[in-house]
């Protein structure tokens, strides 16, 4: 497969040529919190940022990491993770990433 291009998802009550999507997603289900997604390219070996808010509690936050495909069932993944929550350092903080 390496070096050939994916074939189209086989989809007949889609109008067109449907290919498949991936999605990375990151949340707390036990929170039902949502706080990441991003579309990515299906590829080999990728590298992807994928930037979200940390939960506001200090602490090590016990989240989910999804990798979801909207074309084929079966083929989702899913990881738990931990993050190691900190305090913010000054100057940080959501106003410096807005415009």
Same mark, same amino acid.
């Given at each position: @497969? #390496?070096? *050939?291009?994916? /074939?189209?998802?086989?989809?007949?009550?889609? /109008?067109?040529?449907?290919?498949?999507? %991936? %999605? &990375?997603?990151?949340?707390?289900?036990?929170?039902?919190? &949502?706080?990441?997604?991003?579309?990515? /390219?299906?590829?080999?070996? *990728?590298?992807?940022?994928? *930037?979200?808010?940390?939960?506001?509690?200090? +602490?090590?936050?016990?989240?989910?990491?999804?990798? @979801? =495909?909207?074309? %084929? &069932?079966? =083929?989702?993944? #899913?990881?738990?993770?931990?993050?190691?929550?900190? #305090?913010?350092?000054? +100057?940080?903080?959501?106003? #410096? @990433?807005?415009?």
């Amino acid at each position: @497969m #390496e070096g *050939q291009e994916l /074939s189209p998802v086989h989809a007949p009550r889609f /109008s067109g040529v449907r290919e498949e999507g %991936w %999605w &990375l997603v990151v949340g707390n289900p036990k929170a039902n919190k &949502l706080l990441g997604i991003k579309r990515v /390219s299906f590829g080999k070996a *990728q590298r992807v940022k994928l *930037q979200f808010d940390a939960p506001a509690e200090v +602490g090590v936050a016990k989240l989910t990491l999804f990798f @979801m =495909c909207d074309s %084929w &069932l079966g =083929c989702d993944q #899913e990881y738990e993770v931990e993050l190691n929550v900190t #305090e913010a350092a000054d +100057g940080s903080g959501s106003e #410096e @990433m807005s415009e």
